[in-house]
């Protein structure tokens, strides 16, 4: 099973810093609290079960990377990871309902993750048993010749020439495909499998809400176990025979039970659930006993016991929500943390802010990040051969239009680049490659920036809907 990576505060800020610019303070934070489980695994005495997760509550207007911060976490520290908006819970008809699903989300992350090192740890010996079946369609061994004891007939201990150079050819003929299968020579050649079919039995006739998803999902499982499995022959391409066999053999080889209760243990001690949206259960406090108060009061009351701590049934069994780490984020425009229920609060000791972004900041997203935007379109663009690139100035002229259109408009942090550089590169988008052509080059100027942007942005009211 692949370690959760030992990485001190100092190195997963390093990780962050790959993706999320500013927001130091954030990263630092999250960086600790992740550090702090490691430490806490290494606390040998009863203090280990008393050591509480230091939830971290962030709270920044939206697109200033709150969501990301979390997402990147999680995988820089290949933990099980889930998100919920806490808003949903209070939807109609949602209200005070199963709260819990997220921990059963987070443990269905966790298996994913426990079976993904599990298929990579048995991967060479499965596709050695797969080389086996496929040579054992094209060219069936012949059967050795037995001769037993017990049959007293002449033959016994009788050299048989035809049958021994037939083996021997078989054996030669084996081994000459076995290298062209290795070598990927035979790729398109068909073949017959048997093609295990899932069963899928329908429990649609409970009705609704009168089971948990828990216990529905459990009930589902059982009934596809109890049908007998049906097979299939399939003519397929040795290409396509793999995969499936693939799958097949990678599954035996692999025991479930020792999965499930590596992804509950993964899930209980590692686990990261972001619950964005608390701003919108929080109500404000006075302002009287009103219908969506209480709902949201509610809500927090049902969130409470398992940021607190609980065991929820999985249908892979039971999870104990005490040392998951939990990251609230909200932008609180309206409502304040100190609107939250004192128990709520007292669950999540670590308030950070994250900074609005600047147009400075604004041009370094569009420029640093692995993933930066400037890079997918240049990705998207050279799939086609073509190269894109862009001037200094540009970014720099992106970056300031962005920066006033979220002032003048609507304030959507870093998202508005998305807009604004979409539309910007959309009549290429579409030019390619009909008009422009494999191997031409596209330079992105200010004045290109300029032309294609700045009527818009003037007018109000066009930029509110187009950008
Ligand atoms: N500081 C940042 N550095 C790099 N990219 C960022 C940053 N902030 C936001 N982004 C980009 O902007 C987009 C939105 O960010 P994110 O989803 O984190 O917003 P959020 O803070 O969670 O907002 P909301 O409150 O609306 O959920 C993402 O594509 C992300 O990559
Ligand atoms: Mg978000």
Do not use: C, W
């Not at 050591?51 to 920044?60: E, K, Q, S, T």
């Not at 008809?93 to 992350?109: I, T």
């Not at 040579?135 to 009788?158: H, M, N, R, W």
Request: net charge negative.
């Amino acid at each position: 099973m692949k370690e959760i990576k030992q990485l001190t505060p100092r190195q997963i800020v390093q990780e962050l810093d790959k993706y999320i610019i500013g927001q130091e303070e954030a990263k630092r934070n999250v960086a600790i609290a992740l550090r702090n489980r490691i430490r806490r695994m290494m606390v040998k005495t009863d203090l280990q079960k008393d050591i509480v997760p230091n939830n971290i509550l962030m709270i920044g207007a939206t697109g200033v990377g709150k969501t990301e911060i979390a997402r990147r976490l999680a995988s820089v520290a290949n933990a099980p990871f889930t998100k919920v908006e806490a808003s949903k819970f209070t939807e109609v008809g949602y209200v005070g309902r199963d709260v819990e699903s997220m921990v059963r989300d987070l443990v269905e992350q966790s298996i994913n993750l426990v079976k993904e090192a599990k298929n990579e740890e048995v991967k060479e010996r499965a596709a050695e048993n797969v080389e086996d079946i496929l040579l054992d369609i094209l060219i069936p061994p012949v059967k050795t010749p037995t001769y037993s004891a017990t049959s007293s007939t002449a033959q016994q201990g009788e050299f048989d020439p035809d049958k021994a150079s037939e083996q021997e050819l078989n054996e030669r003929t084996r081994e000459r495909f076995r290298e062209k299968l290795k070598n990927g020579e035979l790729e398109e050649r068909k073949v017959e499998i048997n093609v295990k079919q899932s069963s899928n039995v329908g429990v649609g006739m409970i009705g609704n809400g009168m089971i948990d998803d828990a216990s529905m999902a459990g009930l589902q499982d059982m009934l596809s176990g109890m049908m007998p499995k049906k097979t299939k022959k399939r003519k397929l391409t040795i290409a396509e025979a793999r995969k499936i066999l693939m799958e097949e053999e990678t599954s035996k080889l692999i025991d479930f039970d020792e999965v499930k209760e590596e992804a509950i243990h993964l899930a209980e001690n590692n686990g990261i659930i972001f619950v964005d949206e608390v701003d919108k259960i929080a109500s404000k406090s006075g302002q009287g006993s009103g219908g969506p108060d209480v709902s949201r009061e509610g809500v927090q009351r049902d969130l409470l016991p398992i940021v607190e701590g609980s065991a929820v049934n999985t249908k892979y069994g039971l999870v104990h929500t005490d040392h998951v780490l939990f990251i609230a984020a909200g932008a609180f425009h309206v409502s304040k943390p100190s609107d939250l229920i004192p128990e709520l609060q007292g669950r999540f000791p670590i308030r950070v802010e994250l900074d609005n972004l600047t147009q400075k900041d604004f041009a370094r997203i569009l420029r640093e990040p692995k993933n930066a935007l400037t890079k997918q379109y240049q990705a998207l663009f050279k799939a086609e051969e073509v190269s894109l690139e862009y001037s200094d100035e540009a970014i720099e002229e992106i970056a300031r239009l962005a920066f006033k259109i979220n002032e003048e408009v609507e304030n959507i942090g870093a998202r508005r680049l998305h807009t604004v550089m979409s539309h910007l590169l959309n009549d290429f988008l579409f030019d390619v490659p009909d008009t422009i052509e494999a191997n031409s080059k596209i330079l992105i100027t200010k004045e290109m920036v300029e032309d294609r942007l700045s009527s818009l942005v003037k007018n109000r009211d066009l930029s509110q809907y187009i950008l």
